[in-house]
């Protein structure tokens, strides 16, 4: 059974950081990729890890305040954020594939986490 798991995440002000992390099990993933989606908005890219070579790509909207990292023995994707914002706010999801790739957009992705809210308050 392929599972997606977050954790992480709650309520927080503007200027705090934000940890997630997504445990992958039941088959192997080659690329892991965070995505979120804000009330009435699309589903957007924020940031993406290769499992092997760790070879990140993040979305210019946070570029230079997240860090995406992975452990690859435990088979598990972290996010960190820095200086969030009110815009930051959104529900993260997890998505995984069997490639390696950049891929930017929800629909090249087949595996995905429950998601978990993050409101940043101003």
């Known amino acids: 059974q392929v599972q997606l798991v977050e954790s992480g995440g709650g309520l927080l002000q503007a200027g705090d950081s934000l940890g997630l992390s997504c445990a992958a099990s039941?088959?192997?993933?080659?690329?892991v990729s965070w995505f979120r989606q804000a009330p009435g908005k699309e589903r957007e890219f924020v940031a993406s890890i290769t499992m092997s070579g760790g070879t990140t790509d993040y979305a210019d909207s946070v570029k230079g305040r997240a860090t995406i990292s992975r452990d690859s023995a435990k088979n598990t994707v972290y996010l960190q954020m820095n200086n969030l914002k009110p815009e930051d706010t959104a529900v993260y999801y997890c998505a995984a594939s069997p490639l390696v790739g950049r891929y930017y957009s929800a629909a090249q992705y087949g595996y995905w986490g429950q998601g978990t809210q993050v409101t940043v308050s101003s």
């Open positions: 039941g088959r192997t993933f080659r690329t």
